[in-house]
């Protein structure tokens, strides 16, 4: 499951007018890596699909990816997220909402589950530095397990920006808490780390081949360090 995030800020209105929808398609090779140490049975493709759109008010963020991991490489899972940032005269933080959520299915069998929803409401702060359009942002995040766990989330993200470059940079660092035990919200919490920083050569403005490597800890209910690349395909719409 790979978690993407842009900017939320009207200062990348030049640039995501270039890139403001993309599909990309990546090769994920965690079984061959981890195998059954992180419960992945097959490698598989995931496709993202993003969208960011500013407007006079703010700007809206969005991605669905699917991961095509399910018996006969259909569909096997569905996980989207969806952010909106709201501009205030010339206030230099914005007010951020955000939606996360899923549905998947269990490989071999034909069980279902429910990706826990989350919701979030925090500040963001966008800024510049040297060549890269970087945001960040802290919330208060209500992940609805089975028992309620409230939380909170820091977000960093970045985009590069270099003239005449066929090579762009982009990525994003979470680090969250939730409950240890996600039934009876008992034992306390634990701190996740998620990180996707990717790089990509730009052969056309429209396509794009590069790498995404998954970094997590505590990710996913497995108490361990992984790193996951990718090999990826990207086209700007």
Do not use: C
């Not at 090769?27 to 195998?35: A, C, E, I, Q, V």
């Not at 510049?128 to 028992?147: S, W």
């Not at 034992?187 to 403005?205: A, C, D, H, M, R």
């Amino acid at each position: 499951m790979l978690r993407k995030l842009f900017l939320f800020t009207l200062s990348l209105v030049a640039f995501a007018s270039m890139n403001a929808q993309n599909l990309q398609l990546h090769f994920d090779p965690r079984h061959s890596l981890y195998g059954d140490n992180i419960n992945a049975p097959i490698n598989y493709l995931t496709a993202t699909f993003e969208m960011f759109k500013p407007d006079a008010w703010g700007s809206t963020f969005m991605f669905v990816d699917f991961d095509f991991n399910f018996d006969k490489r259909n569909p096997g899972l569905a996980y989207a997220e969806i952010a909106r940032a709201f501009k205030i005269g010339d206030f230099p933080l914005m007010p951020h909402l955000e939606y996360n959520g899923g549905l998947g299915l269990v490989r071999g069998t034909g069980y279902s589950f429910s990706i826990p929803s989350s919701y979030l409401a925090g500040m963001q702060y966008p800024f510049q530095l040297g060549n890269f359009f970087m945001g960040t942002y802290l919330a208060y995040k209500l992940n609805a397990f089975e028992t309620n766990s409230h939380d909170v989330q820091w977000t960093l993200t970045w985009n590069s920006a270099f003239p005449n470059s066929k090579v762009s940079l982009a990525g994003f660092l979470d680090l969250w808490t939730e409950n240890k035990n996600r039934a009876t919200g008992e034992g306390g919490k634990k701190l996740i780390l998620l990180s996707e920083p990717q790089v990509w050569y730009n052969f056309t403005p429209n396509f794009a081949i590069g790498s995404e490597i998954e970094l997590s800890y505590n990710f996913a209910r497995l108490e361990k360090f992984t790193a996951i690349p990718t090999i990826a395909t990207k086209w700007n719409f």
